[in-house]
């Protein structure tokens, strides 16, 4: 039988004997503090693990340097934790489903009911049994810089995934309610493969013949419907980039259409252009118009 001896500087540190793990740790003690940001810069700021040798001999180390590597990893270790158990609560709704043999699922929701200006956006998305994207989570809970990166990972590693919109013509013919339903309609109905079960943020669509479970507040409860509103609020965000230039002056940009005092100011100097919705009351009171009459329970094209 032909042994193998693995050289002592290959062996886990804890596996070596007392004088050398000593050693070990003495010889990275004795570096000087540059070493220490590399470490850093590798361990932490790049985000690599942290072998269990460089780990033992950082703790034997007694300067504040060393320390402070081991409770940054420490911290890391914990989110990590607690995102993974996050993922674990948002996927509880898909889980059940993907056990009972149901595997495309697609979350569904809107972005843009409360504008002022510009169309309503709705997204549905299909993730394949297991998926977890960190950091996916309801898109008012996410700054703009986190939807926009995490925007194009979600339709990477989507089975399926469609956007869609219902315009200002349509929302002032049908209402921004059913508008919104219109533009939720058009992206399941755009998904391709096919959604089997549907996940949506507090609707439930009547028109649409699949099974669907309406939760409220669904974009914080389920990492499908929490994609979608990421998917749904990049989009009509883009829209409204584009249209700013398109329509100067009311700061489209900036606040994509949505009440806030900068816009209504706008709307009263410039008065209302193309985009605004005028079934909406402020824009109504800008323009000198009456209030509309109660809208019909269901619209008669519906």
């Known amino acids: 039988m032909t042994r193998r001896t693995i050289p002592l500087a290959s062996r886990p540190l804890a596996s070596r004997p007392l004088a050398s793990r000593r050693l070990a740790s003495r010889r990275l003690a004795s570096l000087p503090p540059a070493s220490l940001l590399e470490l850093r810069a590798r361990y932490v700021d790049g985000g690599r693990p942290l072998p269990a040798t460089v780990e033992a001999a950082l703790a034997a180390d007694p300067r504040a340097g060393a320390r402070a590597i081991l409770e940054a990893i420490a911290r890391r270790r914990r989110d990590n934790r607690a995102e993974g158990q996050r993922l674990r609560t948002m996927l509880r709704f898909e889980t059940t489903l993907w056990d009972g043999g149901i595997t495309r699922i697609a979350g569904v929701d809107e972005a843009g009911m409360s504008p002022l200006a510009g169309p309503v956006a709705a997204a549905a998305v299909i993730f394949a049994p297991g998926t977890r994207i960190a950091e996916v989570d309801d898109s008012k809970r996410l700054d703009a810089e ?19 919109f219902a315009e200002v013509e349509e929302i002032d013919r049908i209402n921004i309610y059913w508008a919104g339903l219109a533009a939720m309609r058009r992206a399941i109905e755009a998904l391709a493969p ?4 549907l996940l949506i943020d507090g609707r439930k669509l009547r028109d649409v013949a699949l099974p669907q479970q309406r939760i409220v507040g669904g974009d914080a409860k389920s990492l499908s419907i929490a994609a979608a509103s990421i998917l749904a609020k990049t989009a009509r965000d883009a829209r409204m980039r584009a249209l700013d230039a398109e329509f ?14 900068a816009h209504a100011s706008a709307l009263v100097k410039l008065g209302a252009c193309p985009i605004h919705r005028r079934s909406f009351a402020l824009v109504r009171e800008a323009l000198g118009l009456p209030p509309l009459p109660p809208w019909p329970e269901v619209p008669p094209e519906l």
Do not use: N, S
């Open 146 to 164: 986190t939807r926009e990166r995490l925007a194009p990972i979600i339709k990477q590693r989507a089975v399926a995934w469609a956007v869609a």
């Open 194 to 197: 096919a959604a089997e079960h």
């Open 248 to 261: 100067p002056g009311y700061g489209f940009a900036r606040h994509k259409g949505y009440p806030v005092q």
